[in-house]
């Protein structure tokens, strides 16, 4: 992350987003004031959790969200993304092409549905989070797949021909060793 000195930006852009994010965090408490003792119970933050990432990935990183950071983002083919213009619209183009930074800003909106509109809320979370689940699945039966392949082909290498220098030692950690 550049130094506001490197960038087309003034510390009052940020101090404007700040001021944004606590506006909306401060008028989030006024709110959960009148909802009861818990509005948002313990059990329900790995939903919320998994909410937050599904939807933050969707803003920052997929392609059907493009339109939304386009004013804001330049994104290369080779996945490199650079924030457009100056001020306000830079450091916006920061904030939507950092995922840490742009979790922040959903879960406001996310603990802040569930808050104001719980039964809506509720149905929300549950679809971004089985959102979350899945991607998390995916990514691993990709891994599975790739390293099954990877040791299927292993196995149908033909063997190394006799007196090639080598010798392979089997196993769970296979490795050739040269003879010496």
Not at 97 to 123: D, K
Not at 157 to 168: M, W
Request: proline share 7%; charged share 25%; glycine share 8%.
């Amino acid at each position: 992350m550049e130094p506001v000195s490197k960038t087309p930006t003034k510390p009052q852009d940020y101090a404007a987003l700040s001021a944004t994010y606590s506006a909306l965090a401060g008028g989030l408490l006024l709110a959960a004031r009148d909802k009861g003792e818990h509005p948002v119970r313990q059990a329900e933050l790995p939903t919320l959790g998994l909410a937050t990432f599904a939807l933050t990935k969707l803003i920052t990183k997929e392609k059907v969200e493009t339109w939304m950071r386009e004013p804001f983002l330049e994104e290369t083919p080779d996945g490199q993304r650079r924030p457009k213009g100056r001020r306000m619209r830079y450091a916006v183009g920061e904030l939507l092409s950092c995922s840490r930074c742009m979790g922040a800003w959903t879960s406001l909106g996310i603990v802040g549905l569930r808050v104001l509109r719980p039964r809506e809320a509720r149905v929300v979370t549950t679809v971004l989070a089985t959102s979350a689940v899945n991607d998390w699945l995916q990514t691993g039966f990709t891994k599975l797949c790739a390293t099954a392949n990877v040791a299927q082909q292993e196995a149908d290498a033909p063997p190394p021909e006799a007196g090639d220098g080598k010798v392979v030692v089997e196993g769970r950690f296979s490795r050739e060793a040269d003879r010496g």
